[in-house]
Every structure is written in C-alpha cells, then in structure tokens.
C-alpha cells in the first residue's frame, strides 16, 4: 500500500511541478520570451528526479502539450503555424527527453550506489557481528573447556598451564601468569605461558614493595585492573619501575579469590608496546579468574580428602593393631583367668553370674553355662545370707572387702562344710558401681592341717609337761620353746 502511494506522489509531483512551470512561465512571459522552456525544464528535473523515468516522461509530454497550447501562437489549440515554432516545440521535447532521461539514470545510479554502500554496511556489520560472535565463540570454548578440565582432571600445574597457553593464544599477548600471594603481599609465578622474545618470570619470587594493603584491598573486592600503559596510568614510580623491570608495558590483572581471601592474580602482559584491552577480553578473564578460583578449591579440597583417607587409614591400621593386641590380650587373660588355681567371678548390680572362671564353677558344683544369668541365691542358696548382706553392702558404699573367710556348704560336696578365703572388689564404670569382682580360695585343707597342727601342738606340750623325765626344746638360737616340769 505504501508503495502504491509513492508511485501516485511522484506522478502528482509530476503534474504539479508542470502547472507550477505553466503559472511561473506565464506571469514571467514578457521577460523570458525567448526562453519559454526553462520552468519546464526545472519541472522534468525535479519530477525526474523525484519519481524516476517515468514520472518525468510524463512531465515532458505535459510540457510540450502546455507549451503548444498556452505559449505558442496560435494560443489555446495544439497546432503551430509557423515551421519555426514546429521546430521550437521539438527541439523542446527532444532536450526534455534527454534531461529526463539524464536525471532518471543519474538517480538511479545514485540510488544504486546508496544500495550498494548500504549493502557494503551491512556486509561490514555482518562481518564485525560475525566476528564478534566468533570470539565471544571462543570465549565461551575456553571457559567451557576449563570447566570440563577442572571436572576430569585432578592435577591443579596441568589445569593451571594449559589455561595460561590458550588465553595467550587468544589474546594474542606477550606473556600470561598466575601469581601466588605469600604474607605479607609477595609472591611467586606458578604457571607461565610467554613469548620465546620475552624474559620468563617463573618460580621467580617476586616482592613489590610499592604494594601494601591499601593496594592489595581493592583486589579482594573483585577489581579487575585494565592498564594500556603503565607509563600513563595512575601508578607510583616505584611499581611502574618494577613492572619494567619485567618488560611490562601494558597489563590486564584479574583476582584469583577463595571465599573472602586474595589467593592471587591471573594477568595478561603485553611487552611490546601500548595495549587497549577491550570488554569482552575482560569478561573473560574475569570468568576465567573464576574458574582457576574453582580449580584451586577442588585440588585443596582433593588434598584435604586425601590427607583425611590416610589419616583414616593410618588409624584404621593401629586400630586393627590395637584391636589384634587386645585379642592377644583378652586371649591370655582369659587363659589366664580359665586356668587360675583359684575361683574367679563377675557378679552384675543385681548380683547375677556375668563371668566365672571353671575353678570357682567347680567348687560350687555347678557348669560354668549354668552360673550365667542366674544369683547366688538360686545356685548356693546356704551362703546366700552372710554372701549377700556383705556384696550389697560394698554396692552401697563402693569400698572394697579383702580376706573375708567364709565356712558352708556347696552342691559340690554336699555333708562337708568348707572354707573359702574371698575379697570382693567393686566394678565401676566411671563413678558408678555396676558390679563386683569375687577372688575365691579354698583353704579346706589347709584349715583342718592348721587344726591338726593345733591339736599335736597342745597334746606335745601335755607329754612335754607331764612326762616323768626332763625335757626341754630350743630354737635354733638357742631359745626356750617348751620345757617340762622336770626340767
């Protein structure tokens, strides 16, 4: 519809510009007799250029027509009489029709050439969009190929030198470093990629001292410092004297940060002259930067859960030593225990059998299985008064009993009344009595010797005092034992 429009303006234009020349040629008639063409001649000009060919061949007609008719004699009918106006009119029509057909074909090769240098634009636009999104491209390749580095790969050096060589590469710049900070803000290269013309600075300890902790703040803030030149930068003469010294003329510096604390920079160097970093190089860096702060909490992360699996391993080797030792151990004391030539046993609070060894089990006549679970009173239920008042007492008061001996009767020789010499020790665990350790001999048989030895010992000294013969009886220094009433 548009389009429809323009064409019907430019043929109006066209009408209107030869009534315009009509009007103008006939108020101007007396002064520009011989020259009755030239409002004419604007008018195909100015509706040839405007509207194009044809618009201005309509011009042309309308002109000659306007012409013969209002300005050539005889006026108002389109026929000359005289051969010389004949020859006027076709003159006319003939410079018209080359005029329209100059400006239509300089307006189209004009009308080409806008085409042609907006294509040439857009060609240049597609080709600077094209090419930015063949490095934004290759940014994007470079941060997605560290990223999958750092999730395949657990060598920190590997990820570290391969990231510095390819942002090199894409940078095309002199050298790139990743420095690490030491206390106090100095600090060494761990990785380098730089150019075989320029100096390497790796594992070189560097320590600037323009820098302190008022320049170092801004860094754990995220700054990213872009210098062209660090010779027309806000720097101090000291540092830009030290970044000389490294053949720096123009740097890009992006914190390496973990958490809130500066761990160090990735830079870009450029040696050989002034350097505009632009925004995207920037971005990159800047996302990179992040990606380095990822690798290195990985690879710490990595050694933190090595160290801890070898501690762990470590304590599970002594563990299994320690628990081999305990075995060893539990094993001998219970031989130990089994074998003992007296009665051994674990009473719980409730003074059941925990633990009885077969020395004690034999002098009560029962199994060692059937001691388990089961009280005093239940298995020795004669000894169960005089036991129990006493274990109940060292469960109330946590004081041990030692060399009680106590006389009575067992299922295992039942008539006979024996003696045992018992201590009882209370089992504490912490502050809390949960049971009683028992120790038992069996001094049967040394009692009734001891009563033996008691009853010849009083019938020696009935013979010795009433024999009817001297006697008498020394130790060995020569001391009274016994003497008789004779003596």
Partial sequence: M????????????????????????LWLEYLISRTIGAFFYIAIIVSSWYGGFYPGIVTVILSTLVLDYFLIPPRYQFSPSQPEDLLR??????????????????????????????????????????????????????????????????????????????????????????????????????VESVAPEWMSILALEIYDPCIGEENVAPFKRGLVSARTDIYHADLSPCHVEFLASLQVRANLVVPILLGDELWGLLTAHHCAAPREWEASQIALLRQLGEQVSIAIQQADLFAQVQTQLRERQQAQAALRESQIQLQRQLA???????????????????????????????????????????????????????????????????????????????????????????????????????????????????????????EREVTLRLFAQYAPAAIAMFDRDMRYIMASQRW
Avoid at 2 to 10: G, H, I, T
Avoid at 148 to 153: E, T
Wanted: with cysteine.
């Fill in 89 to 190: 009119l076709g003159l006319f029509f003939l410079v018209a029709l080359c005029m329209n057909l100059l400006t239509s074909n300089f307006l189209e090769s004009k009308q080409k050439i806008q085409q042609l240098g907006q294509q040439l634009a857009e060609e240049n636009e597609r080709k600077q969009a094209q090419g930015s999104l063949q490095e934004q491209f290759e940014q994007q390749r470079l941060v997605m190929e560290m990223s999958q580095r750092i999730r395949r790969s657990l060598d920190l050096q590997e990820i570290l030198q391969t990231t510095v060589d390819e942002v090199r590469q894409f940078l095309g710049c002199d050298r790139v470093i990743i420095f690490k900070f030491f206390p106090g803000w100095g600090g060494t290269t761990v």
């Fill in 332 to 454: 001998e004391i219970e031989t130990i225990y089994q074998s003992a030539p007296i009665g051994l046993n674990v009473l719980d609070a409730d003074l059941r059998f925990v633990r009885i060894n077969e020395r004690l089990a034999e002098i009560n006549g029962f199994s060692v299985e059937a001691h388990i679970g089961r009280t005093m009173r239940e298995l020795l239920p004669n000894l169960a008064d005089a036991a129990e008042q006493l274990l109940r007492r060292i469960l109330a008061t946590g004081e041990p009993v030692l060399n009680v001996e106590m006389t009575g009767e067992t299922p295992a020789k039942p008539g006979v009344q024996r003696t045992w010499l018992e201590s009882f020790l209370p089992l504490k665990d912490g502050d809390c009595i949960i049971g009683i350790n028992t120790v038992c001999e069996e001094i049967t048989d040394r009692k009734r010797a001891e009563q033996a030895l008691r």
């Fill in 2 to 25: 548009m389009r429809v429009d323009q064409r019907l303006l430019a043929y109006g234009v066209a009408i209107g510009s030869t009534a315009i020349a009509l009007q103008l040629s």
